[in-house]
């Protein structure tokens, strides 16, 4: 188990538009290695957009975005990836018909070098790499406590635990820089709960950077180094996760105006 | 009988790594993988972690708790505190917050080695209540990594400072070992007693070793023999086999992965020698059902055909009469096409000698696996005699009987039936209660087990209930409560029984219902529930269990009867002080709990309000409450409707 440290994110005046929506409007924001930010918004304010454009889904119509310093704006997903970015989706995005450790060893695939051939033949290099891949995906599973579903068909388990084994599979990527879309969505308190520890265990034994999206407020405050606020494209508000709940500009986002007026 | 070797369990190490060097001690499934730790390499873990130990100031007598799922690191460190004269205090992983301080407290623990983060929690959380605790020692250090106490140690991190310390102080370990007696306390393993605060029974290294004589004498085991150490590591059973046997024997033992996967481990591994608890028979029991009901017509005919022959054949067997030719071919055929697989499949192809103790095992899961060529033994112990009093020998295999008394123990039946053990494995006595030790152990040395028995023509114990659980119905008929309740525990679709009697007019009874297998049999009939408690207050339900009971009541002579059930909204909890962790009911508080329910069983009506609490795994309590009925069970003559709800 080698963590690699994690890497910085820094977002300049990034914009992105589809046809005439502002999707992303002039965003701004830095994460340091090592750092856990959230990224909080009513619905439709960018904050997928603004991981999509990240990992090189979108291309941002203007503004840079730098990995470790370096420009990743213009490349495509999987060279992002390759640079050690990795996500999960809103929809969970599994083989479901593979099982939980094939699913694993497919996050693989970026550090794979053996040729087809070699690969075919499962012989020299090609066994020893396999081998290497499949330590690490075993450290993943460890860490994930999925020892008892590792032969499990993917599609056949709780949406939790699938949510999970996505989990699993950013990881098993080794990222420098982890993106979690809702990674507690359409959970019960106590799967919510299990994903916070895990989410923050990467964070502290790996030192893996991490944006997260997510709605449970509760979570989003309580594991959080920095939170960012979206509203209509546009960032809000940014600060420490007590500095931006006391923010009149996020209650008025999120409650509307009206209710913030007369709230006490 | 150890030689120049200390005669304590560490003086066992010390002979088997020399005798049994290379060959494997200690295997882990790991990362997906077994790993495997020689006798010799097993000693360098114990002697590092030891000299580690001595490092954090350690001294003899001080006593050390591991707490965690059944780990090599957790057992060589119960090893490393006895190496220098310290006792190892086990306990219950799953116990909460409230058990734990009372046992830490108890027996004053100076050091705690803890699985992994969950359990360093709950250290932490009661650190304040413990005055003698000085280091807390982990093994999985994830999630850990933040965590800065000066008394929070990596077990990797002190086995390093032992080897320094074993540099700086040269031949300390073998020194200290060199110091142990045989008289010295070895283990405190906590009862977790049906009334009251738990005990701590004390057992010397003497105990640990005559007993695991006496249980080599009764049961020839080998070194080349696989031992897989699952069950909970507080538990007598697990420190006699896991820690005593395999050290006496030298034989392997091996650490699941996980509790979730000990099902998919036992099949990999194969163990020669298996002790499991009858609700793990009758899992594999039910899971080989399933499976069969689940298979093409064709496989499940051949299964039915080939189970009804092993069963006749297990049935003249056990009669001693002969078995005829053709079904000894048909036995043989079977053994090919299904039983083979069949036990290849459940992880005991390779078993010699499967042991099933702590409560009884219907006859009929006992009959299905000696039917299947798995040779299944009950055996019979307590925490205060060191796990062993009597085991079935070979060929004498018996559902109703627990077994001869084991070489150098011995067995007689006391005052009101009560079955009493003098050995060399009798205990010390309960740690700081010489007025307790007293009333079990009298003048002569022997141990009043709490059991009412009685020996059979064979000369074979056979355990009917507790001594002081027995009494009477109004009209005079002994009523063995334990003994009515493991009847109705015979229904697939029972997992627990609380049966009433002493002093009544008739037998009535709580039944909690069996959530895996009556929620299957509702999904069958497309029956939809919410939950246990939506399940079991289903009408159909109780119709289903009033078959099962009047079922069950042929097997009993007619005025022990149960005449009247209700089925409990939950299942009994340890948490909630209705059951020990090992699953023995605690009569006393349950009565007082469903007092109401007791008064409508026997008041004659026919619903009660029933507000029960409910102990959460946080400790949080929350409050129950819904209106049980009770069901009245028709004469046996209405059992053709309970062979018909089987199907």
């Given at each position: 188990?080698?963590?690699?440290?994690?890497?910085?994110?820094?977002?300049?005046?990034?914009?992105?538009?589809?046809?005439?929506?502002?999707?992303?409007?002039?965003?701004?924001?830095?994460?340091?290695?090592?750092?856990?930010?959230?990224?909080?918004?009513?619905?439709?304010?960018?904050?997928?957009?603004?991981?999509?454009?990240?990992?090189?889904?979108?291309?941002?119509?203007?503004?840079?975005?730098?990995?470790?310093g370096v420009d990743v704006s213009r490349l495509a997903p999987h060279r992002v990836a390759a640079l050690g970015v990795a996500r999960t989706f809103q929809n969970i995005a599994l083989f479901k018909g593979m099982t939980v450790l094939d699913n694993l060893m497919l996050g693989r695939h970026v550090h794979m070098r053996a040729g087809a051939l070699a690969s075919l033949l499962y012989w020299g290099p090609a066994q020893r790499e396999?081998?290497?891949?499949?330590?690490?995906?075993?450290?993943?599973?460890?860490?994930?406590?999925?020892?008892?579903?590792?032969?499990?068909?993917?599609?056949?388990?709780?949406?939790?635990?699938?949510?999970?084994?996505?989990?699993?599979?950013?990881?098993?990527?080794?990222?420098?820089?982890?993106?979690?879309?809702?990674?507690?969505?359409?959970?019960?308190?106590?799967?919510?709960?299990?994903?916070?520890?895990?989410?923050?265990?990467?964070?502290?034994?790996?030192?893996?950077?991490?944006?997260?999206?997510?709605?449970?407020?509760?979570?989003?405050?309580?594991?959080?180094?920095?939170?960012?606020?979206?509203?209509?494209?546009?960032?809000?508000?940014?600060?420490?996760?007590?500095?931006?709940?006391?923010?009149?500009?996020?209650?008025?986002?999120?409650?509307?105006?009206?209710?913030?007026?007369?709230?006490? | 009988?150890?030689?120049?070797?200390?005669?304590?369990?560490?003086?066992?190490?010390?002979?088997?790594?020399?005798?049994?060097?290379?060959?494997?001690?200690?295997?882990?499934?790991?990362?997906?993988?077994?790993?495997?730790?020689?006798?010799?390499?097993?000693?360098?873990?114990?002697?590092?972690?030891?000299?580690?130990?001595?490092?954090?100031?350690?001294?003899?007598?001080?006593?050390?708790?591991?707490?965690?799922?059944?780990?090599?690191?957790?057992?060589?460190?119960?090893?490393?505190?006895?190496?220098?004269?310290?006792?190892?205090?086990?306990?219950?992983?799953?116990?909460?917050?409230?058990?734990?301080a009372y046992v830490w407290d108890h027996a004053e623990v100076g050091v705690i080695v803890a699985e992994d983060q969950e359990q360093v929690d709950k250290v932490l959380a009661l650190r304040e209540a413990l005055p003698a605790l000085r280091a807390v020692i982990y093994d999985d250090p994830r999630g850990l990594g933040a965590y800065r106490y000066p008394w929070l140690h990596a077990f990797a991190a002190v086995q390093g400072r032992?080897?320094?310390?074993?540099?700086?102080?040269?031949?300390?370990?073998?020194?200290?070992?060199?110091?142990?007696?045989?008289?010295?306390?070895?283990?405190?393993?906590?009862?977790?007693?049906?009334?009251?605060?738990?005990?701590?029974?004390?057992?010397?290294?003497?105990?640990?070793?005559?007993?695991?004589?006496?249980?080599?004498?009764?049961?020839?085991?080998?070194?080349?023999?696989?031992?897989?150490?699952?069950?909970?590591?507080?538990?007598?059973?697990?420190?006699?086999?896991?820690?005593?046997?395999?050290?006496?024997?030298?034989?392997?033992?091996?650490?699941?992965?996980?509790?979730?996967?000990?099902?998919?481990?036992?099949?990999?591994?194969?163990?020669?020698?298996?002790?499991?608890?009858?609700?793990?028979?009758?899992?594999?029991?039910?899971?080989?059902?399933?499976?069969?009901?689940?298979?093409?017509?064709?496989?499940?005919?051949?299964?039915?055909?080939?189970?009804?022959?092993?069963?006749?054949?297990?049935?003249?067997?056990?009669?001693?009469?002969?078995?005829?030719?053709?079904?000894?071919?048909?036995?043989?055929?079977?053994?090919?096409?299904?039983?083979?697989?069949?036990?290849?499949?459940?992880?005991?192809?390779?078993?010699?000698?499967?042991?099933?103790?702590?409560?009884?095992?219907?006859?009929?899961?006992?009959?299905?696996?000696?039917?299947?060529?798995?040779?299944?033994?009950?055996?019979?112990?307590?925490?205060?005699?060191?796990?062993?009093?009597?085991?079935?020998?070979?060929?004498?295999?018996?559902?109703?009987?627990?077994?001869?008394?084991?070489?150098?123990?011995?067995?007689?039946?006391?005052?009101?039936?009560?079955?009493?053990?003098?050995?060399?494995?009798?205990?010390?006595?309960?740690?700081?209660?010489?007025?307790?030790?007293?009333?079990?152990?009298?003048?002569?040395?022997?141990?009043?087990?709490?059991?009412?028995?009685?020996?059979?023509?064979?000369?074979?114990?056979?355990?009917?209930?507790?001594?002081?659980?027995?009494?009477?119905?109004?009209?005079?008929?002994?009523?063995?409560?334990?003994f009515i309740e493991n009847k109705l525990k015979y229904s697939p679709y029972v997992r627990e029984a609380v049966a009433f009697g002493h002093g009544r007019p008739f037998v009535a009874a709580m039944i909690a219902i069996d959530l895996g297998t009556v929620g299957h049999w509702a999904e069958r009939r497309g029956l939809a529930y919410a939950g246990y408690t939506d399940l079991a207050l289903k009408d159909e339900v109780r119709a289903?269990?009033?078959?099962?009971?009047?079922?069950?009541?042929?097997?009993?002579?007619?005025?022990?009867?149960?005449?009247?059930?209700?089925?409990?909204?939950?299942?009994?909890?340890?948490?909630?002080?209705?059951?020990?962790?090992?699953?023995?009911?605690?009569?006393?508080?349950?009565?007082?709990?469903?007092?109401?329910?007791?008064?409508?069983?026997?008041?004659?009506?026919?619903?009660?309000?029933?507000?029960?609490?409910?102990?959460?795994?946080?400790?949080?309590?929350?409050?129950?409450?819904?209106?049980?009925?009770?069901?009245?069970?028709?004469?046996?003559?209405?059992?053709?409707?309970?062979?018909?709800?089987?199907?």
């Amino acid at each position: 188990m080698t963590p690699r440290a994690g890497a910085s994110l820094e977002l300049r005046g990034v914009a992105k538009a589809f046809g005439g929506v502002q999707a992303v409007v002039d965003v701004s924001l830095s994460v340091a290695p090592g750092e856990l930010v959230s990224v909080i918004g009513p619905n439709g304010a960018g904050k997928t957009t603004l991981l999509n454009l990240v990992n090189g889904f979108y291309h941002p119509d203007a503004g840079r975005i730098l990995l470790d310093g370096v420009d990743v704006s213009r490349l495509a997903p999987h060279r992002v990836a390759a640079l050690g970015v990795a996500r999960t989706f809103q929809n969970i995005a599994l083989f479901k018909g593979m099982t939980v450790l094939d699913n694993l060893m497919l996050g693989r695939h970026v550090h794979m070098r053996a040729g087809a051939l070699a690969s075919l033949l499962y012989w020299g290099p090609a066994q020893r790499e396999e081998v290497a891949h499949r330590r690490r995906v075993e450290d993943v599973i460890d860490f994930l406590r999925l020892t008892h579903l590792r032969r499990a068909i993917t599609g056949a388990l709780p949406y939790g635990l699938q949510k999970r084994v996505e989990l699993g599979r950013a990881l098993a990527l080794e990222p420098r820089l982890l993106l979690l879309d809702e990674p507690m969505g359409g959970m019960n308190q106590e799967e919510k709960e299990d994903m916070a520890r895990f989410i923050l265990d990467v964070n502290e034994e790996w030192g893996t950077t991490i944006v997260l999206i997510e709605h449970d407020m509760g979570v989003v405050m309580d594991i959080s180094d920095r939170v960012a606020v979206l509203d209509m494209g546009r960032k809000i508000a940014e600060g420490r996760p007590d500095e931006v709940r006391a923010d009149p500009r996020v209650i008025t986002a999120y409650l509307g105006q009206a209710r913030a007026r007369t709230a006490p | 009988m150890t030689g120049e070797f200390p005669p304590t369990l560490p003086g066992l190490l010390l002979r088997n790594a020399e005798r049994f060097g290379a060959r494997p001690a200690m295997r882990e499934k790991d990362r997906g993988i077994w790993q495997t730790w020689t006798w010799r390499q097993s000693l360098e873990q114990v002697r590092d972690f030891a000299l580690g130990l001595a490092a954090l100031g350690f001294q003899r007598g001080d006593r050390l708790s591991v707490i965690g799922d059944n780990r090599p690191r957790l057992y060589w460190a119960m090893l490393a505190a006895q190496a220098l004269g310290g006792v190892a205090v086990p306990v219950y992983q799953d116990s909460i917050a409230r058990e734990l301080a009372y046992v830490w407290d108890h027996a004053e623990v100076g050091v705690i080695v803890a699985e992994d983060q969950e359990q360093v929690d709950k250290v932490l959380a009661l650190r304040e209540a413990l005055p003698a605790l000085r280091a807390v020692i982990y093994d999985d250090p994830r999630g850990l990594g933040a965590y800065r106490y000066p008394w929070l140690h990596a077990f990797a991190a002190v086995q390093g400072r032992g080897r320094a310390f074993g540099r700086a102080h040269p031949g300390y370990f073998e020194t200290e070992v060199a110091k142990g007696d045989a008289e010295d306390v070895a283990l405190i393993c906590y009862t977790s007693g049906t009334t009251g605060p738990p005990k701590g029974a004390m057992l010397t290294h003497r105990n640990a070793i005559a007993t695991a004589e006496s249980a080599a004498r009764a049961e020839r085991l080998r070194p080349t023999d696989e031992w897989l150490a699952y069950l909970p590591m507080a538990w007598v059973g697990d420190a006699f086999y896991t820690l005593v046997m395999s050290l006496y024997v030298g034989f392997t033992v091996n650490c699941p992965e996980s509790p979730e996967t000990v099902t998919r481990d036992l099949r990999e591994l194969g163990p020669t020698v298996l002790l499991a608890p009858p609700r793990i028979w009758e899992s594999m029991l039910t899971s080989v059902e399933v499976r069969a009901a689940d298979a093409t017509p064709l496989k499940r005919r051949v299964f039915t055909h080939f189970r009804a022959v092993a069963e006749r054949v297990e049935a003249l067997r056990a009669e001693g009469r002969p078995v005829g030719p053709g079904l000894r071919l048909q036995r043989a055929l079977g053994e090919l096409l299904v039983y083979g697989p069949v036990r290849d499949q459940l992880g005991l192809g390779r078993t010699r000698v499967a042991l099933t103790g702590g409560a009884p095992l219907g006859p009929d899961t006992f009959r299905f696996f000696r039917a299947f060529g798995v040779n299944l033994k009950q055996i019979y112990g307590s925490t205060e005699v060191t796990a062993l009093v009597a085991l079935q020998p070979d060929g004498e295999a018996d559902p109703g009987t627990v077994g001869r008394p084991c070489p150098g123990i011995e067995v007689r039946i006391g005052e009101r039936g009560e079955v009493l053990v003098r050995s060399p494995g009798v205990f010390r006595g309960y740690l700081k209660a010489e007025e307790a030790t007293r009333e079990v152990v009298d003048a002569d040395g022997w141990f009043h087990t709490g059991d009412a028995g009685f020996f059979d023509a064979r000369g074979h114990l056979v355990i009917i209930d507790r001594a002081r659980d027995v009494g009477a119905l109004a009209d005079g008929t002994p009523f063995a409560p334990q003994f009515i309740e493991n009847k109705l525990k015979y229904s697939p679709y029972v997992r627990e029984a609380v049966a009433f009697g002493h002093g009544r007019p008739f037998v009535a009874a709580m039944i909690a219902i069996d959530l895996g297998t009556v929620g299957h049999w509702a999904e069958r009939r497309g029956l939809a529930y919410a939950g246990y408690t939506d399940l079991a207050l289903k009408d159909e339900v109780r119709a289903l269990l009033a078959a099962e009971v009047a079922r069950l009541n042929r097997t009993l002579p007619a005025p022990l009867r149960v005449r009247r059930f209700v089925l409990l909204p939950k299942d009994l909890d340890p948490d909630d002080a209705e059951i020990t962790r090992t699953r023995k009911l605690r009569r006393r508080h349950i009565a007082d709990k469903y007092a109401a329910v007791i008064d409508a069983l026997y008041g004659g009506r026919d619903a009660v309000e029933l507000a029960t609490t409910v102990t959460y795994e946080d400790g949080r309590q929350g409050v129950l409450q819904c209106r049980v009925r009770v069901q009245d069970v028709g004469a046996p003559e209405a059992a053709p409707a309970a062979e018909a709800a089987r199907g």
